[in-house]
């Protein structure tokens, strides 16, 4: 099944309101988000049809220089993102160049289910990572805070929202 579509009828994801049930939501430092979206979110278009997902970037939100991110879409999309998100923010050289090359994918072409299949595979990054647990819906990706939950290649926050 192609994951730009749902079901028997093969719908567009966009169409099937289980996609805009609990949108995960974080913090991100503003040179994180230029990092990943690039300057004026050049590639922010891309990166949304390549995982047929919506993001959404508020960067007026905080006067910390934080942008609320906000993504909705197919669960297996966000939580390839999340992993890529999370990749992009460790402090583990290795765990760094994953997210780069997840960055590159995402970026280039749209993932496949094997992408999506190979990234909730990947054991259990333990190391510390700049991460916050979920507080109030909210997956945070910049205060570190000690969790007893990992999530595929991070540690540090809840993803409740993410696992129906």
């Given at each position: 099944m192609d994951m730009g579509t749902s079901g028997l009828l093969k719908k567009p994801w966009w169409t099937l309101p289980e996609n805009f049930d609990a949108?995960?939501?974080?913090?991100?430092?503003?040179?994180?988000?230029?990092?990943?979206?690039?300057?004026?979110?050049?590639?922010?278009?891309?990166?949304?049809?390549?995982?047929?997902?919506?993001?959404?970037?508020?960067?007026?939100f905080t006067a910390t220089g934080q942008t609320r991110v906000t993504v909705v879409g197919p669960h297996r999309a966000r939580q390839w993102l999340l992993h890529m998100f999370c990749c992009m923010g460790s402090r583990d050289s290795y765990c760094h160049a994953r997210g780069l090359e997840m960055l590159e994918r995402v970026r280039s072409q749209p993932l496949t289910n094997d992408d999506?299949?190979?990234?909730?595979?990947v054991p259990p990054y333990t190391g510390d990572l700049s991460l916050a647990p979920r507080i109030s819906g909210t997956v945070c990706l910049s205060v570190p805070q000690p969790s007893p939950y990992q999530v595929i290649g991070c540690s540090g926050f809840h993803l409740s929202s993410l696992y129906p």
């Open positions: 949108p995960m939501v974080f913090h991100m430092e503003e040179d994180q988000e230029e990092l990943i979206f690039g300057h004026s979110d050049t590639y922010l278009r891309c990166i949304e049809m390549n995982s047929r997902t919506l993001i959404q970037l508020e960067s007026w999506l299949v190979t990234s909730i595979s």
